[in-house]
Nanobody
Framework: QVQLVESGGGLVQPGDSLRLSCVAP????????IGWFRQAPGKEREGVSI??????VYADSVKGRFTISRDNAKNTVYLQMSSLKAEDTAVYYC??????????????????????WGKGTPVTVSS
């Protein structure tokens, strides 16, 4: 069983930046597909960004504003979020899948292909 622990969420104002972290204690994420999803109140979960090896994908709604990265030595994946908007308000979840799951496939249908999930960290963007 893989444990994923998210952190870094909070309340920010529109235009602010925030960095989310997801650590997998004792599990080497190096070769796995891993990334971020979010679920806003009353909406379905959606893919935000996935990284697998050197490949990354982003939802159209966050392209140019969010950046995903990983530190394999720390078993951690990050989501740097900039120019935050009210519509970015959601609970953000980290998820991991087998390396055979390509980033584009991992993004679809709310992450149905992902194998392990964290409990989420809430992000609220409000003035």
């Amino acid at each position: 069983q893989v444990q994923l622990v998210e952190s870094g969420g909070g309340l920010v104002q529109p235009g602010d930046s925030l960095r989310l972290s997801c650590v997998a204690p004792g599990f080497a994420i190096t070769y796995y597909t891993i990334g971020w999803f979010r679920q806003a109140p009353g909406k379905e979960r959606e893919g935000v960004s996935i990284i697998s090896g050197s490949r990354t994908v982003y939802a159209d709604s966050v392209k140019g504003r969010f950046t995903i990265s990983r530190d394999n030595a720390k078993n951690t994946v990050y989501l740097q979020m900039s120019s935050l908007k009210a519509e970015d308000t959601a609970v953000y979840y980290c998820a991991l899948a087998d390396p055979s799951i390509a980033p584009a496939r991992a993004m679809v249908r709310g992450g149905v292909a992902m194998h392990y999930w964290g409990k989420g960290t809430p992000v609220t963007v409000s003035s």
